[in-house]
């Protein structure tokens, strides 16, 4: 059994007398998960990168900061993953690896479905006009609810 | 060592994600404290405990380990990536439970065996 001294010598080794703070910086991540999220990734692709490129032409974190005109720990900070890059950053660290980070979608890519308010649908023919029930409910959101029926048999 | 067949960015990725998830679980106890003890699963050594995300997924390797004071009430000790079947086997997770049996003895010696002991202890440090 250790002794009492002992233990608080092992204890006191452990502990740090500052607060860790960890609430702090766990709602502060949760508040900009977003863009860390996309920190990270990038981070990681640069990592990634520098290790492949180092047997072919020796590639460091370094040679990165020389080539940009940063400080070494300036990059050691964005392998990090916790550095809210600009675009210039961005692409000058493409240009030294010669790679591509980032990029923007040509076509509008929709992440977030917008709620519109919704609308009760009447059906815009008779009962007897079954044939056209279908069709009618799939175009309601282009038409006006008592425009008539356009009829595609003669488009 | 390939492990489940991963790519080291994928197991950076993966690490990453869990660590979001237990960071969003531990925040979701801010205001539930009775959900703790929910999180923290039992390790065979004695009274110590890990929390393991209780997610469906095959591959799950982040670990936090901590010293339970009372019923939602936890110590947390440290964190490792455990992936051997035991913690002996590896010396980082064996470190961890080298500081659950400090951290223990120290509580032990103390008189801490609950919540208010604790803050008692903590008061007189």
């Known amino acids: ?155 | 060592m390939a492990y489940f067949n991963l790519t080291k960015e994928n197991a950076v990725k993966e690490t990453i994600y869990e660590a979001k998830q237990f960071r969003k679980e531990l925040l979701k106890c801010r205001h539930k404290q009775d959900k703790l003890k929910l999180l923290f699963e039992k390790l065979s050594y004695n009274n110590a405990y890990e929390l393991l995300l209780k997610q469906k997924s095959k591959r799950k390797w982040l670990r936090i380990y901590a010293i339970r004071i009372d019923e939602n009430c936890f110590l947390v000790t440290g964190g490792a990536i455990k992936l051997t079947q035991t913690m002996n086997e590896r010396k980082h997770t064996n470190e961890e439970l080298v500081k659950l049996e400090k951290v223990r003895n120290y509580l032990n010696d103390n008189n801490v065996f609950d919540f208010d002991s604790l803050n008692d202890m903590k008061s007189e440090l």
């Open chain 1, 1 to 155: 059994m250790m002794k009492k001294s002992e233990n608080r010598k092992n204890f006191d080794k452990l502990i740090s007398d500052k607060k860790s703070g960890w609430l702090d910086d766990a709602v502060w991540m949760e508040t900009n998960e977003a863009w860390l999220d996309k920190s990270a990734h990038i981070a990681i692709r640069i990592l990634s990168e520098i290790h492949r490129q180092k047997p072919i032409n020796g590639m460091t974190q370094k040679k990165i900061a020389k080539a940009m005109d940063v400080s070494p720990q300036y990059i050691n900070k964005i392998v990090k993953g916790k550095e809210n890059l600009t675009l210039e950053t961005i692409s000058k660290i493409e240009s030294v690896l010669g790679i591509k980070l980032i990029s923007v979608e040509k076509e509008n890519v929709i992440t977030k479905q917008i709620k519109v308010p919704t609308q009760v649908a009447k059906p815009l023919v008779s009962k007897n006009q079954k044939e056209y029930t279908n069709l009618s409910y799939q175009f309601i959101s282009n038409y006006q609810l008592n425009e008539p029926i356009p009829n595609y048999s003669q488009a």
